[in-house]
Nanobody, 113 residues
């Protein structure tokens, strides 16, 4: 049984930082490309950052230079370090092993002054 559990969200002021974590069980974590996605109210879910099994990364233009994705294969855990947060970064953040169809419950990120 595959389980995806995201954590680390919260309320932060503009310019602040958060570190999200995602632990995945039930799969061979190290062989999968992983991605962080987000969905804001009234908007489609979008890919924020991805990391391959080999550690290559890619980012949405809107977060380049501010967010950093990383993984710890020994802990089956994916991370997203988010710096210089903006109001428009507020959303529910999800992680996913691509191309598998499993989603977690997400973690809420609220950016507000």
């Amino acid at each position: 049984q595959v389980q995806v559990v995201e954590s680390g969200g919260g309320l932060v002021q503009p310019g602040g930082s958060l570190r999200l974590s995602c632990t995945v069980s039930g799969i061979n974590f190290r062989i999968y490309q992983m991605g962080w996605y987000r969905q804001a109210p009234g908007k489609q879910r979008e890919l924020v950052a991805g990391i391959t099994s080999g550690g290559s990364t890619n980012y949405a233009d809107s977060v380049k230079g501010r967010f950093t994705i990383s993984r710890d294969n020994a802990r089956n855990t994916l991370y997203l370090q988010m710096n210089s947060l903006k109001l428009e970064d507020a959303a529910v953040y999800y992680c996913k092993a691509d191309p598998l169809p499993y989603w977690g419950q997400g973690t809420q990120v609220t950016v507000s002054s």
